[in-house]
């Protein structure tokens, strides 16, 4: 039986478990200033309703 040595591939390996790790992260900021930016216009367009009904 063959015992293949790990080893050398382990920093690599643990480069690319931090790269994925971060690329979530950077996912879901994107996702969260996403669905803030459309709660805001959400808000300005329910005051400009307001607003055009009380004038």
């Known amino acids: 039986m063959t015992n293949i040595d790990s080893r050398p591939t382990r920093p690599m390996l643990a480069m690319m478990?931090?790269?994925a790790r971060g690329g979530g992260h950077l996912q879901h900021a994107q996702t969260m200033l996403a669905a803030a930016?459309?709660?805001?216009?959400t808000i300005v367009a329910v005051a400009?309703?307001?607003m055009m009904s009380l004038g």
């Open 17 to 19: 478990r931090r790269s």
């Open 37 to 41: 930016g459309l709660a805001a216009l």
């Open 48 to 50: 400009a309703a307001m």
